[in-house]
């Protein structure tokens, strides 16, 4: 059984699917009142955050919350780590105090795979965003939620849906986790952007290009936005904001266009006027609250699946980061 | 002073001989030789090369001495097969006066195992803006011939021209580090297939092109002599080909590093293979070997970069950019040039000797080995097999890319000036550098 979660390429199909299903049994656990399980108990979860970060942090301290873990809450900012204490001894601070899993988000690209490559500690390693590289437990709760709205139903996956990804993809490490989990899952992905924002070798990636939203609209059954930050215009990835959000923001018109079955997804935090107006994220037909229940729930799968004794299926990596070593 | 005689050494181009070395010049090449010596040296199955000339190596000292001293720098140096190293001027202080360099060089005297020429700052501070007193490093004892930013690119065209233009007046040559700094704001690696995977800040090849292309232009315009730094991209080289082709002066040097590793190994975010200019992909090191044989690239150049272990013991953003690489050298360019036919050993003595120190212009280093030189030579052992093992290099780093990798070849023995510097594969002690 795999230890981490590092990268979406780190699961099989099978291991995906698992997920998935625990994920949907463990969500009817929010409709009780008292909505706790035992099976972490004892067991220590360290949420090493050295970014901000409000949804994700708090999505997964409630999910360990819920499996009954003993939660610490290692916020990098007024710690030691900000008077220039190095990852490596935060790590073996963290495994001297015997975390059994360290729920990790860092800046650095890569932070994530190197904790889970050193010796520095030895508790699941669980990436929650690596800098422009990976969010995986985010696309399995984006999977979680497409597979509810369009193939509902236990060991079911994605095939053959079409899922179309706009915006900063160069930046967004929801899109590459995205496009390896659902490519697993037998998912068509289509990447929209202005050619900015994609990076160069993307033509090498398990998924379709355009540059034209309008033109893909038709063909799409799940529209997932990323966030577009402001500040990438300062940098000349794109002129202007309302230049932005006419060529590749989603509005009322071009939620129109869509086929009546397809919803609109964000991973949020949403710019509303930016890659999506208020009409469309107010919308029904958007998903991104419905995301936000489904993280706990996912989150829960993850840790549950990682530490409680059941087990992932054993199949050799397909990471390349683990194949080149 | 001892004298050695060596005994049924392999030279270049012929068969093996019997070399006497006495009062640090070779005295006498030559079969069965009947000399008397202090020292005799079975070097038989070995090849007797020059003294291996480096054009780029960084000795951290002033300033960096928990990464390296210029004596443990030259200690590697040594027993990586080296004579004569230049010593970048990315010190704290910078070596852009004639006093820091002045003291560069005195370190080395004083090391005695290998010779140290310092390198000196292009611009004050290396921050590109105004000229550093070139004159003055060139006057003063340590002779200074070769300057460079390295570490940072002359990207002002003015400066870089004028710099260009001024080293004219005693025979200097820029040596630049080619890098666009616009085009590689935040860049953590090769940017292609595997930064787009790995979400690091790209690299992009046309940032060293671009510079190299207004360099030569500008070296050709002037009509000035113009060194390339690790040059690391197919594009470089083509640039590079093109500019030779003209009959301009400009001659380059290729790293080991890049001459055998990609960017795929970076997959491992493991900032042991951080390097600036970064890894790039097979087909960049199928034109370098290809360049380096052809002789487009003039030199193997070290590009040795200390760092101590907590600047590579981190995540890879903030880890430091460089690998140690004198103690190596020699090994991987055997495996990447001659185990693969692309260059025999008298290339390797070209491109790591010979032509090294004509760009540097260094007097009594990079000349054959043959009776009335100094005697400058190293024995090395082509046929050994073993694994590189950092616990038991000379330099004070450990920053290996080839950690556990096998390589062939060894260093047994190296010369400066008819004074053993290595025997057996191991350092001479200081007190018997005499």
Redesign the interface.
Known sequence: MKRHLVSAADLSRDDALLILDTAEELAQLSGRAVKKLPTLRGRTVVNLFFEDSTRTKTSFEVAEKRLSADVINFAAKGSSVSKGESLKDTALTLQAMGADAVVIRHHASGAPARLAQSDWLHGSVINAGDGTHEHPTQALLDAFTMRRHLNPGLGNDLSGRRITIVGDVLHSRVARSNVLLLKTLGAQVTFVAPPTLLPIGIDSWPCEVSYDLDATLAKTDALMMLRVQRERMNAAFFPTEREYSRRYGMHGGRLARLPQHAIVMHPGPMVRGMEITAEVADSPRCTAVEQVANGVSIRMAVLYLLLGGATLADTPSTNQSEAAK | MSTYLIRNAQLLGGPAQDILIDGGVIRQIGAGLTAEAEVEIDATGLIALPGLVDLHTHLREPGREDAETVLTGTQAAAKGGYTAVHAMANTFPVADTAGVVEQVWRLGKESGYCDVQPVGAVTVGLEGKKLAELGAMHESAAGVRVFSDDGKCVDDAVIMRRALEYVKAFDGVVAQHAQEPRLTEGA?MN??????????G?W?AVAEEAIIARDVLLAAHVGSRLHVCHVSTAGSVEIIRWAKAKGWDVTAEVTPHHLLLTD??V????PVYKVNPPLRTAEDVHALRKALADGTIDAVATDHAPHPA?DK??????AAMGMVGLETALSVVQQAMVDTGLLNWEGVADRMSHRPARIGRLVGHGRPVSVGEPANLVLFDPAYRGTVNPDSFATRSRNTPYRGLDLPGRVHATFLRGVATVLAGELVAPEELA
């Open positions: 953590q940017e292609g297939r595997v930064s787009g995977e790995l979400g690091l790209g992009p795929e190994l997959r491992s975010y493991d907590e013991d981190c995540e890879w953003a903030v």
